[in-house]
């Protein structure tokens, strides 16, 4: 697939158009989910990144992308919510209590010699109660109103949906911050030469509930909310 962005284009923007940069903009450390509305001007500049070095990832990746994946931009809202519900709700009500659960012996067994799993568990613990109360919040109220709103876009049931999507963006984005926290204290996930296999995978879990997010975050923020 032919890449073709400009420096103005929102972060959000590319994902939706081109999947595969998600990857990239990882690599960079650039926000694309609660972040999704600054241009890439923007982010290069903020996080003084090599514009070249940047584009030429960016294309790197649109060219492996296949040219009949999907686009979630022309999925409706209903479709979208359904997938969001099943995949990124489904694994998050399965990985919280589970990764909840090697987060507290990790920080138990390990927090004595590496004090920042104390720290970890304090953010963990705040992140799956956040997110619990927010999908229920979203799967009772928010979803259900964008998908009246589809159905009947009035200006009154507008007025009212951008205020609940306004409050969702912003539980995004206190979520968002405690796993960039979280990375942030752990040097990337960064495994001391002590850490056992429960260490190991505690770490592999965390970096796959951030991936998850951010991909979760990046349908509801950048497509799905950004229709009304």
Same mark, same amino acid.
């Given at each position: 697939?032919?890449?073709?962005?400009?420096?103005?284009d929102?972060?959000?923007?590319?994902?939706?158009?081109?999947?595969?940069?998600?990857?990239?903009?990882?690599?960079?450390?650039?926000?694309?989910?609660?972040?999704?509305?600054?241009?890439?001007?923007?982010v290069?500049?903020?996080?003084?990144?090599?514009?070249?070095?940047?584009?030429?990832s960016?294309?790197?990746?649109?060219?492996?992308?296949k040219?009949?994946?999907?686009?979630?931009s %022309?999925?409706?809202?209903? &479709?979208?919510? @359904?997938?969001?519900?099943? $995949?990124?709700?489904?694994?998050?009500?399965?990985? !919280? =209590?589970?990764?909840?659960?090697?987060?507290?012996?990790?920080?138990?067994?390990?927090?004595?010699?590496h004090?920042?799993?104390?720290?970890?568990?304090?953010?963990?613990?705040a992140?799956?109660?956040?997110?619990?109360?927010?999908?229920?919040?979203?799967e009772?109220?928010?979803?259900?109103?964008?998908?009246?709103?589809?159905?009947?876009?009035?200006?009154?049931?507008?007025?009212?949906?951008l205020?609940?999507?306004?409050?969702? %963006?912003?539980?995004?984005? &206190?979520?968002? @911050?405690?796993?960039?926290? $979280?990375?942030?204290?752990?040097?990337?996930?960064? !495994? =001391?030469?002590?850490?056992?296999?429960?260490?190991?995978?505690?770490?592999?879990?965390?970096?796959?509930?951030?991936?998850d997010?951010?991909?979760?975050?990046?349908?509801?923020?950048?497509?799905?909310?950004?229709?009304?």
């Amino acid at each position: 697939m032919e890449m073709n962005i400009q420096l103005t284009d929102r972060v959000g923007d590319i994902v939706t158009g081109y999947p595969n940069t998600d990857e990239v903009f990882k690599k960079f450390r650039i926000d694309f989910c609660c972040g999704g509305n600054k241009s890439l001007l923007q982010v290069i500049q903020e996080q003084a990144i090599k514009e070249e070095d940047l584009l030429k990832s960016l294309a790197e990746a649109a060219s492996t992308a296949k040219s009949d994946s999907l686009n979630w931009s %022309e999925v409706s809202s209903s &479709e979208l919510i @359904d997938y969001i519900t099943r $995949i990124h709700h489904g694994y998050l009500k399965t990985a !919280l =209590p589970h990764i909840s659960k090697y987060v507290k012996k990790v920080a138990r067994v390990h927090g004595p010699y590496h004090p920042e799993l104390l720290q970890v568990e304090q953010w963990f613990k705040a992140l799956k109660k956040d997110m619990e109360q927010h999908m229920e919040k979203e799967e009772r109220e928010a979803f259900p109103a964008v998908i009246a709103f589809e159905q009947d876009p009035t200006e009154v049931k507008k007025e009212q949906l951008l205020e609940i999507l306004a409050m969702l %963006e912003h539980e995004h984005e &206190e979520s968002g @911050d405690l796993l960039k926290q $979280i990375r942030v204290i752990t040097k990337d996930y960064e !495994l =001391p030469g002590d850490a056992c296999t429960t260490f190991q995978l505690t770490f592999l879990k965390l970096e796959e509930l951030e991936a998850d997010m951010f991909q979760h975050i990046h349908l509801e923020n950048n497509i799905l909310f950004n229709r009304v």
